[in-house]
């Protein structure tokens, strides 16, 4: 499989150098040359396979001969020492919580592919990486957590000033070693576009800059496993919807990749907070991206979410077609609280705030459609916002063990401005 520009499909590239390059020389996001058909794969899935095993198999199968089987095991038993978990909450909904990796987010599997993939073949040409990455709160833990202590790799994390959790703050700052923080003044939009910036820009070319965000292609994929793990695990219950929460929009392409690709699913549903850009669009037809509000699911506060360009060349840029995909809500902070509080009320669930959005959404979906079976992605485990549980339950989720210690740690993190050459000056003082 060779991937090209979502701007200019001139070059294909290897996943390899998709990989370590981050963006295309054009400033694009890498995208599949073409989407093969794995009908034969998806219908040989038996609902008993392991969610290792189907990672690996998949991988091979989709990057096969560059990646082969015995490459594509090593990568997967080291990236995944944990698996997403499903949890049935009813006849017609149905969780799949994503929260039981190093970091308690869903950007763990993703990043920890991407981690694994990158020091293999590190290791077998030689050579270094730097990781550039910009988070609204979850990629900048996972990522972090994923390439500590890594080999010859370098990651370098960009977040906005007081626009995280203060647990997503510690584990963004709290490590040290080869992971350095920058504490931007301003929002996450300035992050991803100060990152966006550094990968076109002729003086850091020197420098072997490549990107752990969603923009990366090596992260994207990897988060179409869970998808196709879960679709395996409930294929002989009938059609499942999938409800995404999102931010960045990296998850949601992972589970229409799949789709591309043959997963026999449903509609997706996009469910979003206040920072409605995608949700207008389907509505008017026209894309127009703002300045990011800050709500309480923090991690989707993205007023220009990146992965727009990649359904952008999915759907060929026709609004008709990315309305026959996806159905998409905005829920405002009031009624994610409302959520939070009903959730666990009915069920005695506790959820991120994240997971409430998505939880409503899925709730104005079945009010459309009432035979409807829905699994929404549980993104981030609770007591990552303790604050905003408590008081929408009056219930404080408890810490697991193994994470009290993170918010003890010393935070060191560097400031620095909002403008793209803040960055190209920080680099070209330090990257070295």
Known sequence: ???????????????????????????????????????????GLSDEISFNELASDFTSTLLSPEIDSIISKKIVQDAFPFSPVLREISDDIILLELFHGPSLAFKDFGASFLASAMNHLLVERGGRAIILTATSGDTGGAVAR???RKTNIHVVILYPSGRVSPFQEKQITALGGNVTALE???????????????????RLKSFPLTSANSINLGRLIPQSFYYIWAWAQMKNKGEITFVVPSGNFGNLTAGLYAAAWGLATGVFVAATN??????????????????????????MDVGSPSNYERLKKLFLGNAAAFRQHIKAWSIDDSTTMKTISKVYQDYGYLCCPHTAVGWKAAELFREQNPHSRVLILSTAHPSKFPDIVK????????????????????KIAH???????????WIIQNGG
């Not at 008081?391 to 010393?410: C, H, Q, W, Y």
């Not at 400031?415 to 000056?425: A, C, R, T, V, Y």
Request: proline letters at 9%; glycine letters at 6%; charged letters at 20%.
């Open 391 to 410: 008081e929408a339950t009056g219930i404080a989720p408890s810490l697991p063990k193994n994470f009290i210690d993170v918010m003890k740690k010393r």
């Open 184 to 202: 931007v003044n301003g929002e996450f939009d300035d992050c991803q576009r100060m990152v966006k910036a550094a990968f076109s820009n002729p």
């Open 1 to 43: 499989m060779k991937f090209v520009s979502t701007r200019s499909p001139l070059k294909a590239v290897s996943f390899t150098e998709a990989i370590f390059s981050g963006l295309a020389p054009d400033g694009g996001l890498y995208h599949p040359e073409y989407m093969p058909n794995l009908d034969a794969f998806f219908r």
């Open 146 to 148: 994923a390439f500590y």
């Open 274 to 299: 206040a920072n409605d850009v995608f949700t207008t669009f389907l509505l008017t037809g026209e894309y127009l991206p703002k300045p990011s509000i800050p709500t309480y699911s923090s991690a």
């Open 415 to 425: 400031p620095i401005g909002n403008s793209n050459k803040d960055l190209e000056n």
